[in-house]
């Protein structure tokens, strides 16, 4: 850590640090003073978590997290069924003819993600997950940085990437894997191993 690091000069340090030892994301666009802020003094809050042993992540689409390598089934549990949710948003959505990368433009409200539900029933059913419980679920998104609240319903957040990345890597493994089914397992065992790291 740099000698001459001044706090002063990172005023919402406890702010971010609440903000990511929550398990929350912070998005460009949910907090701009704050993303201004830590993407202006990155280098210091890099080094200063990291001494307090912590590893801050900034992706460069706009949001930051605090990694941690360590799995935990409650959190994995979560992630798994936020990991559900956004498959079953993301295919509705391609099948409606929707540009992906425009996730952050879609609203998306109790109606539609009933709509989804029925789509996805047995998959959904599978988790226990009904229309009640998709409505908890991306409110739970909110409170950990994937999706923001609005009056008439939800909006995905830059932070969702991360689940998106993870879908296109398996979608590529499928894909290799139709001309080499041996590279399927390799691909599937280093998707699962990153999981196990990014534990998201």
Same mark, same amino acid.
């Given at each position: 850590?740099?000698?001459?690091l001044s706090?002063?000069?990172?005023?919402?340090?406890?702010?971010?640090?609440?903000?990511? !030892?929550?398990?929350?994301?912070?998005?460009?666009?949910?907090?701009?003073?704050?993303?201004?802020?830590?993407?202006q003094?990155?280098?210091?809050?890099?080094s200063?978590?990291?001494? !307090?042993?912590?590893?801050?992540r900034?992706?460069g689409?706009?949001f930051?997290?605090?990694h941690?390598?360590?799995?935990?089934?409650l959190?994995g549990?979560t992630?798994?069924?936020l990991?559900? &949710?956004?498959?079953?948003?993301?295919?509705?959505?391609?099948?409606a003819?929707?540009?992906?990368?425009?996730?952050?433009?879609?609203?998306?409200?109790?109606?539609?993600?009933?709509?989804?539900?029925?789509?996805?029933?047995?998959?959904?059913?599978?988790?226990?997950?009904?229309?009640?419980?998709?409505?908890?679920?991306?409110?739970?998104?909110?409170?950990?940085g994937?999706?923001?609240?609005?009056?008439?319903?939800?909006?995905?957040?830059?932070?969702?990437?991360?689940?998106?990345?993870?879908?296109?890597?398996?979608?590529?493994?499928?894909?290799?894997?139709?001309?080499?089914?041996?590279? &399927?397992?390799d691909?599937?065992?280093?998707?699962?191993?990153?999981?196990?790291?990014?534990?998201?």
């Amino acid at each position: 850590m740099s000698a001459s690091l001044s706090l002063e000069s990172m005023p919402s340090l406890a702010e971010l640090f609440r903000l990511f !030892l929550s398990g929350k994301h912070l998005n460009r666009i949910a907090e701009p003073a704050l993303w201004a802020e830590l993407e202006q003094r990155e280098d210091d809050y890099r080094s200063l978590f990291a001494a !307090l042993g912590y590893e801050l992540r900034l992706d460069g689409r706009g949001f930051a997290w605090f990694h941690t390598p360590e799995a935990n089934s409650l959190i994995g549990k979560t992630s798994r069924q936020l990991a559900l &949710l956004f498959m079953v948003i993301f295919e509705a959505q391609a099948n409606a003819g929707k540009p992906l990368l425009r996730f952050s433009d879609w609203l998306i409200d109790r109606e539609w993600l009933a709509e989804v539900h029925e789509q996805q029933r047995e998959v959904l059913d599978a988790e226990g997950l009904g229309p009640d419980g998709l409505v908890e679920l991306i409110n739970r998104a909110c409170t950990l940085g994937f999706a923001l609240s609005e009056p008439a319903g939800w909006r995905l957040l830059p932070a969702v990437c991360r689940y998106l990345d993870h879908f296109e890597a398996l979608a590529a493994a499928e894909q290799a894997a139709q001309h080499d089914p041996d590279q &399927l397992m390799d691909a599937a065992l280093a998707t699962e191993e990153a999981d196990d790291e990014e534990d998201l």
